[in-house]
């Protein structure tokens, strides 16, 4: 890089001051500082604030509200809906979990040997994840439809491995798992293409010591893969935790909470109560009633960050 | 060289060969071509088909004619065969879907912008300004893209109602940044960490001030990482859902993914045909942008994860 002393010269024609205040380092840090910390501190601390306060007034759309409390969560604690949702929720995140990790696992694996037009694969498999998820879960709509679902068609006129037609989204644990199903579809991708770029940073010479030690495929992965790959796997982990647990375009966009009810999620029943209800209180603290599930979550990734900086001899910074 | 050479490479050999690349770990030396053809190629095509087969269907069906979408009797339903251009034709020239592929693109062109300005700035300063605190301050970062969009949204649209910017576009610029700036930030400071200190050193012995720095030298050397963050805001503020369904209330402000599923549905009867037409001309814009970035996608999901 050609930069000379001259070059930098030339940009000495304004005020000096000016150059010098720049060049002041607390002047300088706070000015790198202030947009990024400006704007998540006015449209991201704040709101978590005010969602806190709101979540013990009774405010409604157009009509500020006052403070009653803990009213809102009295009426929740007696609510069959929101005990429906609490548990949809702890259900969905953890039957879609631990089916994007088995699946998300296994093709991290099988991408992981040698395999032709390899790049172009990883290419298509990360195409799910790209695609807007309210377009996708248009599609699986459209897939479970009750007349016209591709599924039963194969599953009845073509297999005939049975006489009826499935209806997907009409009976509330069918509804369930169609709603778990997409999402592990949806999961899949972002969790193989994590994996194998931790499959990837494992040396080649631990599996040669372990073959020649005798070692069976399956206790290659017991020992060598996985306990090589849980750093990775407790950030990935706690990412899908996290975002599954809160989701909301799957469920808003195929079921919208039905049928009657009963596939309501903690973020989709919030919506449905504070925006189309109007109930901004009750919302509020149906969405505030999220935040331990989320600590629990974000605490157990802090140690796991800092217990893979002490794994590696590597130090904070 | 064919998998069979490569397998009767391996099963000649008495010693098994030393994988050469990273990209080889996983070839056993006595696997044949029949194990491996159960054991990866079989699986593989499994997942490659149940993962594209949603965009399959949805293609199929926004080129079929409504006599054959409903009638599997007589048409054969994973075949068209005598596709139209209805349902596109009705999607772009009978509803706003130009008008929301408008604002869409403007909404992430310039929430991406303006987060990557933030997050450049952000992370120049927390990884080569190092200041008392600055690792707190990356770690607060960090926390924030941990905050979920579904707890925040009921709280935002009091205050987008209140600062007067309701069913604008401008409620979606200045609120998508708080998810895009942590990601960004995160993945520039990783990106910075690999730029050598020394270059800077050297500017800063020729007399250039920090901004000059910044701008002449770490910067050009950060093209990469900037692409990067910036392909990955795009998608992220394409694919948004939960803030432009809650804070835009007008069909003309609406984004894509929004409009498609609140538009398109009208009452009890689905139009599944201009539907699917609709979910495939929403991800088309994302997936030629996708297949142009592939290398970088992956790099900065894997980045950010290993960070």
């Given at each position: 890089m050609a930069v000379s002393a001259t070059s930098f010269g030339a940009g000495r024609s304004e005020p000096i001051w000016l150059v010098r205040l720049f060049d002041w380092k607390p002047f300088l840090i706070f000015m790198c500082m202030l947009p990024a910390l400006g704007l998540l501190l006015l449209f991201l601390t704040y709101p978590l604030g005010l969602g806190v306060w709101l979540a013990f007034t009774d405010t409604q759309i157009g009509r500020s509200g006052e403070f009653v409390g803990l009213w809102n969560y009295e009426s929740l604690w007696h609510d069959r809906i929101f005990w429906m949702s609490v548990t949809n929720t702890l259900l969905y995140t953890f039957v879609a979990t631990v089916g994007k990790f088995a699946l998300g696992l296994w093709l991290a694996l099988i991408l992981n040997n040698y395999i032709p037009f390899k790049s172009f694969v990883r290419a298509i498999v990360l195409i799910p994840w790209i695609v807007p998820t309210v377009l996708s879960a248009i599609a699986f709509w459209w897939i479970y439809d009750p007349q016209f679902s591709i599924i039963s068609y194969v599953l009845v006129d073509v297999l005939g491995w049975r006489d009826t037609y499935i209806?997907?989204?009409?009976t509330p644990w069918n509804a369930r798992f169609s709603l778990i199903a997409a999402n592990i579809w949806r999961g899949i991708p972002f969790v193989a293409i994590c994996l194998l770029a931790g499959l990837q940073t494992i040396s080649p010479s631990l599996y040669e010591a372990a073959m020649i030690d005798g070692a069976t495929a399956w206790q290659r992965f017991w020992h060598i893969t996985l306990p090589m790959l849980l750093p990775i796997l407790a950030v990935v982990l706690t990412f899908s935790v996290i975002f599954t647990f809160t989701d909301f375009q799957l469920v808003y966009a195929i079921t919208r909470g039905g049928p009657v009810n009963s596939t309501h999620l903690m973020a989709t029943l919030a919506f449905q109560r504070a925006i189309?209800?109007?109930?901004l209180g009750e919302g509020a603290a149906i969405a505030v009633a999220m935040i331990p599930f989320l600590v629990a979550a974000t605490v157990f990734s802090y140690f796991a960050l800092a217990n893979r900086k002490w794994q590696q001899g590597g130090r904070d910074d | 060289m064919t998998d069979a050479a490569v397998a009767r490479r391996i099963l000649d050999d008495d010693h098994p060969p030393?994988?050469?690349?990273?990209?080889?770990?996983?070839?056993?030396?006595?696997?044949s071509l029949p194990r491996r053809l159960v054991t990866v190629y079989l699986p593989l095509a499994c997942f490659l088909i149940v993962l594209l087969f949603p965009f399959y269907w949805m293609a199929i069906t926004a080129v079929k004619s409504n006599e054959e979408l409903y009638d599997y009797k007589n048409f054969n339903?994973?075949?068209?065969?005598s596709p139209t251009l209805a349902n596109i034709n009705k999607l772009l020239f009978e509803t706003d879907y130009p008008r929301w592929l408008t604002v869409t693109m403007t909404v992430a062109v310039v929430s991406t912008l303006l987060s990557i300005f933030a997050s450049v700035l952000a992370a120049y300063a927390i990884?080569?300004?190092?200041?008392?605190g600055s690792p707190y301050v990356g770690l607060a970062i960090y926390l924030a893209y941990l905050v979920p969009p579904s707890i925040l949204f009921i709280p935002l649209a009091t205050m987008v109602f209140q600062l007067g910017i309701f069913d604008s576009p401008l409620a979606l610029i200045l609120t998508y940044p708080t998810f895009l700036i942590p990601f960004c930030t995160w993945l520039l400071i990783g990106y910075f960490k690999s730029i050598p200190y020394e270059l800077e050193e050297c500017a800063l012995i020729d007399g250039a001030t920090r901004l000059q720095i910044l701008w002449r030298i770490t910067l050009p050397l950060a093209v990469p990482g900037l692409i990067s963050a910036g392909i990955f805001a795009f998608t992220l503020s394409w694919n948004e859902f939960i803030y432009a369904l809650a804070f835009i209330q007008s069909a003309e402000n609406k984004t894509v993914p929004v409009a498609i599923l609140t538009q398109?549905?009208?009452?009890?009867?689905?139009h599944w045909g201009s539907l699917m037409a609709g979910a495939l001309l929403g991800s088309i814009p994302v997936a030629i942008f996708y297949s142009f970035f592939v290398e970088y996608y992956v790099s900065s999901l894997t980045g950010a994860v290993k960070e």
């Open positions: 209806d997907f989204l009409g189309p209800g109007g109930q | 030393a994988p050469t690349t990273p990209e080889r770990t996983g070839v056993i030396a006595w696997e339903p994973f075949w068209v065969s990884q080569r300004l190092k200041f008392k398109l549905v009208e009452g009890d009867v689905y």
